[in-house]
């Protein structure tokens, strides 16, 4: 099975900063990767797919880039609404994993 | 507007069964695939199974494998998760999530999701 490792797990940061959420795969996935976004009590919303395209509806200020096993999700200004909890998922092959979440708090 | 709303969870014994639905509207059910994905009380996303359009194919987590049983019914715009042997670890919330294909009909994620279901297994 395809194994996905986020990290940070947890970040803090500020209203403006821009973060980056890195996701590894531990073999090659070619651009079969998701990212959601999740707020607490809610189902989780698809944010990019094909690890760089932007899911419609979704804010500019989301982007994605990498491939193969390498991958990143970035939010050039972060606004009050984007502290929440982030995951990575690969479809590349089943079972479908997800990576363990990236929390991103107020500093 | 798409619409998935699950129903079935509730307390089961270790051992027990549970059988979940999850009704869907708002787009063509037959022409999608269908997954289920689950979380733990306070912990990420793990997805359980997944079925294709027709039902022809199905696909499960390691964890689930041989205990859930994955269906569909068309004709009833109807998901299914058959749930046996329940495990302790099998307790969160239940999920079920319209696939989305990207322009070459590559599955690329969940873009609708249902508000979840409970599943609590303890004696």
């Known amino acids: 099975d395809i194994q996905l490792t986020q990290s940070p797990s947890f970040l803090s940061a500020s209203v403006g900063d821009r973060v980056t959420i890195t996701c590894r795969a531990s073999?090659?996935?070619?651009?079969?990767l998701a990212w959601y976004q999740q707020k607490p009590g809610e189902a989780p919303k698809l944010l990019i797919y094909?690890?760089?395209t932007l899911q419609s509806g979704v804010p500019s200020r989301f982007s994605g880039s990498g491939s193969g096993t390498e991958f990143t999700l970035t939010i050039s200004s972060l606004q009050p609404e984007d502290f929440t909890t982030y995951y990575c998922?690969?479809?590349?092959?089943?079972?479908?994993?997800f990576g363990g979440g990236t929390k991103v708090e107020i500093k | 507007e798409v619409q998935l709303l699950e129903s079935g969870g509730g307390l089961a014994q270790p051992g027990g069964s549970l059988r979940l639905s999850c009704a869907a509207s708002?787009?063509?059910?037959?022409?999608?695939?269908m997954s289920w994905v689950r979380q733990a009380p306070g912990k990420g996303l793990e997805w359980v199974s997944a079925?294709?359009?027709?039902?022809?194919?199905?696909y499960y987590a390691d964890s689930v494998k041989g205990r859930f049983t994955i269906s569909r019914d068309n004709s009833k715009n109807t998901l299914y998760l058959h749930m046996n042997s329940l495990r302790a670890e099998d307790t969160a919330v239940y999920y079920c999530a319209k696939h989305f294909y990207d322009s070459r009909r590559r599955y690329s994620g969940g873009d609708y999701w249902g508000q979840g279901t409970l599943v609590t297994v303890s004696s």
């Open positions: 079925i294709s359009d027709s039902g022809d194919s199905t």
């Open positions: 708002g787009f063509t059910f037959s022409s999608y695939g």
């Open positions: 094909a690890a760089s």
């Open positions: 073999q090659g996935i070619s651009s079969y």
């Open positions: 998922q690969q479809l590349n092959s089943y079972p479908v994993t």
